[in-house]
């Protein structure tokens, strides 16, 4: 059982379960009723105009819903991506330059699991992109 955590408030209320062995499952029975769930596809605001559509299972009578893996790996990059653009969720740093690179400071609360001292950097557009700090 996980949450779909965010720092929306649109989202406090979006409980998801991922069913065990299923990676992408065709069929799927709620838990506690012990009826075939009903496909469904759930909409949900991650913030503004942005939203993402995922295709999970509603139990027609507790409305208990689930998502395969797939679907819960696809909201997961979702909110991350929503969260890296939020206007909530920054932190402004000043940027150096060194004649070939810009620089900037990584609080060390963002980094306590560094080990290789190394980062990947995804673009994202032109002004933006994702660190992983390795
Ligand atoms: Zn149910």
């Known amino acids: 059982m996980r949450k779909a955590k965010s720092n929306f408030e649109e989202l406090e209320d979006v409980e998801f379960k991922i069913g065990n062995e299923a990676f992408k499952p065709k069929t799927l029975s709620c838990?506690?009723?012990?009826?075939?769930m009903k496909k469904s596809g759930i909409?949900?605001?991650l913030e503004g105009?942005?939203?993402?559509?995922?295709l999970g299972f509603?139990?027609?009578?507790?409305?208990?819903?689930?998502?395969?893996l797939e679907e819960a790996k696809k909201l997961d990059k979702a909110l991350i991506i929503?969260?890296?653009?939020?206007?909530d969720f920054k932190m402004e740093r000043s940027l150096s330059f060194d004649g070939d690179n810009f620089i900037f400071r990584v609080p060390k609360e963002f980094t306590?699991?560094?080990h290789k001292k190394k980062v990947?950097?995804?673009?994202?557009?032109?002004?933006?992109?994702?660190?992983?700090?390795?």
């Open 31 to 36: 838990s506690k009723c012990d009826i075939q």
């Open 43 to 45: 909409e949900i605001n």
């Open 49 to 54: 105009e942005v939203s993402i559509k995922v």
């Open 58 to 68: 509603e139990c027609p009578k507790c409305k208990k819903r689930y998502l395969g």
């Open 82 to 87: 929503s969260r890296l653009v939020s206007e």
């Open 112 to 114: 306590h699991d560094v």
């Open 120 to 134: 990947d950097i995804i673009p994202l557009g032109a002004k933006q992109f994702c660190a992983l700090v390795k």
